[in-house]
């Protein structure tokens, strides 16, 4: 899974908004994956697409919950959630 999101912070509180929020599907050689690795509820490829879809619209719904609830009033630091376990890494 990778989110991006735009962080500015001010007095010890971080302002955060969430651009995307998404599965990375796609392997290094651009090929979807059809099937998971590990299929012990023997899920056919259609099942596995239709898990996918509903899994991306949860996700689509996280990312507007967590831009309207839980980053509205900005998260005092040190930011340690016990909800959502989390890392922060930036790019160049």
């Known amino acids: 899974m990778v989110t991006s999101a735009n962080m500015k912070?001010?007095?010890?509180?971080?302002?955060?908004?969430v651009l995307?929020?998404?599965l990375e599907l796609e392997n290094k050689f651009g090929v979807i994956k059809t099937a998971p690795l590990r299929?012990?509820?023997?899920l056919t490829p259609t099942e596995?697409?239709?898990?996918?879809?509903?899994l991306a619209f949860f996700q689509n719904f996280m990312r507007k919950w967590l831009n309207e609830?839980?980053?509205?009033?900005?998260?005092q630091m040190p930011y340690n959630?016990?909800?959502l376990y989390t890392s922060v890494k930036f790019q160049p």
């Open 9 to 17: 912070m001010e007095d010890d509180i971080v302002y955060m908004t």
């Open 20 to 22: 995307k929020h998404k």
């Open 39 to 42: 299929n012990g509820m023997n």
């Open 48 to 54: 596995y697409r239709e898990f996918l879809s509903s």
């Open 69 to 75: 609830i839980y980053f509205k009033n900005g998260v």
């Open 81 to 83: 959630p016990k909800e």
